[in-house]
């Protein structure tokens, strides 16, 4: 069974404090990777779909880098804001077909404290 | 970001009713994915479809859930005879093409069952 992973499980911050969290997956047949962002009543917001072993992206404050060979994805937010809190998920594109099924991790909730 | 939108955003039914969950499209977008949330679990893969036709379902996809696409208008997940379980969070997705495009989601439908 395809399982993704996500660490830690919620993280508890102060703003202006930098942060990371990581997504572990099977190394074999890899896709693509995607993050997301979700607040609670809101759609989950796409922020990157990551692809190359060695890729890293950037919006704004937050970066992301991929290792496809060791199987982990790092997501990172430089200088965290009340508004960055939020569950971060990502989300393996399996591979064995075309049909774009996402195996998600169980998520990263982060809380920013003002 | 493309908007998706899912009607209706709550929904309580009772056991055995059937209820029907509806994502409103994009005309250019031709994938289109239904996911679930059981509380404190995965955002797990029910279905995807494209062309008017089922290209992957999960083992959670029986008979009792089924979708379709009537007239090009809605794309609908309905359940047939609900059960205690099927109580979760239902998202919509959509994407232009398979594979490394982002899938953009829906808020979901809040469905509890009695």
Redesign the interface.
């Known amino acids: 069974i395809l399982n993704v992973e996500q660490s830690p499980q919620s993280l508890h911050v102060q703003e202006g404090d930098s942060t990371n969290f990581t997504c572990s997956f099977p190394s074999s047949n890899f896709y693509a990777l995607h993050w997301y962002r979700w607040e609670t009543a809101k759609s989950p917001e796409a922020l990157f779909v990551m692809t190359l072993n060695g890729d890293e992206k950037k919006k704004g404050r937050i970066s992301a880098t991929l290792n496809t060979k060791e199987g982990y994805s790092y997501l990172y937010i430089k200088g965290s804001q009340p508004e960055d809190s939020a569950t971060y998920l990502c989300a393996l594109l399996h591979g064995s077909s075309n049909t774009g099924k996402l195996i998600f991790g169980q998520g990263t909730t982060l809380q920013v404290k003002p | 970001?493309p908007e998706?939108t899912q009607t209706p955003s709550h929904q309580v039914t009772q056991m055995g009713q059937e209820v029907i969950l509806r994502c409103v499209p994009i005309s250019n977008h031709l994938?289109f994915?239904w996911?679930r949330q059981i509380l404190g679990?995965?955002?797990?893969?029910l279905v995807?479809f494209?062309n008017n036709e089922i290209?992957?379902k999960?083992e959670i996809f029986d008979d009792q859930f089924s979708v379709e696409r009537p007239d090009g208008s809605n794309f609908t997940l309905k359940i047939r005879s609900t059960k205690l379980e099927d109580s979760a969070m239902y998202?919509c997705a959509r994407?232009k093409a398979?594979?490394?495009?982002?899938?953009?989601?829906?808020?979901?439908t809040r469905l509890l069952v009695l």
Not at chain 2, 41 to 45: G, H, I, S, Y
């Open positions: 970001e998706v994938y994915y996911y679990q995965k955002v797990e893969f995807s494209y290209s992957e999960s998202f994407t398979s594979g490394e495009e982002t899938q953009y989601f829906g808020p979901g």
